[in-house]
């Protein structure tokens, strides 16, 4: 599975931003899908996950009922929609696919990463 992020911007705290990660690969139905980000000088943390079906979701706290987390399999593209952006926020956010069957907040669970996209909110 090889993954492309997009989307990522400057946008002013309180504004929205979607990121979307496209995936390559027939095995893409199949693969629990998450998004993690990267904050200078910190570790790279769980932001958002969804099984296989879009039926089930997890997020980080920080993130709960400002982010939601989808995917179209049949364009085999997962997105994370980011509403009321705060500055702590800023990060370069990643996908990553993962082999198991069910939604996955670790990072050593995901087999696949993409490259990353840089969210930058400004207060």
């Known amino acids: 599975v090889q993954l492309q992020a997009y989307g990522g911007g400057l946008v002013q705290a309180g504004g929205s931003l979607r990121l979307s990660c496209a995936a390559s690969g027939r095995s893409f139905r199949r693969n629990v899908m998450g998004w993690f980000r990267q904050a200078p000088g910190k570790v790279r943390e769980f932001v958002a996950t969804?099984?296989?079906?879009?039926?089930?979701?997890d997020y980080a706290d920080s993130v709960k009922g400002r982010f939601t987390c989808s995917r179209d399999n049949t364009n085999n593209t997962v997105y994370l929609q980011m509403n009321t952006l705060k500055p702590e926020d800023t990060a370069v956010y990643y996908c990553?696919?993962?082999?198991?069957?069910?939604?996955?907040?670790?990072?050593?669970?995901?087999?696949?990463w993409g490259q990353g996209t840089q969210v930058t909110v400004s207060s």
């Open positions: 969804i099984n296989w079906s879009g039926g089930t979701t």
């Open positions: 990553a696919a993962s082999s198991g069957t069910v939604v996955a907040t670790r990072l050593s669970e995901y087999d696949y």
